[in-house]
């Protein structure tokens, strides 16, 4: 693959647009618990998060892990 690339690992193109590839929290909690992310647990602890911390992009994208751990534990 590496031989047929035109381009260096890591380019980027000038007039590229940023983006952000963003994982589903309950994906994120069923993967940190081991469990599925449609099973009724982690439906429970998603809707607490939801309720004590905010919206899913604020707790994925601004809200510091110490804040989380605090209110959702490990």
């Known amino acids: 693959m590496e ?5 260096e ?3 980027i193109r000038p007039d590229g647009k940023a983006f952000e590839s963003l994982v589903p929290l309950p994906e ?3 993967a ?7 099973g009724a647990g982690v439906q429970k602890i998603y809707e607490n998060m939801i309720a ?6 604020s707790i994925l994208r601004e ?7 605090r209110q ?3």
């Open 3 to 7: 031989e047929l690339a035109d381009r």
């Open 9 to 11: 690992e890591g380019y």
């Open 28 to 30: 994120v909690i069923g």
């Open 32 to 38: 940190s618990i081991g469990k599925s992310s449609a």
């Open 52 to 57: 004590k911390l905010g919206d899913e992009f």
């Open 63 to 69: 809200i510091p892990e110490e804040d989380i751990r």
């Open 72 to 74: 959702s534990g490990a």
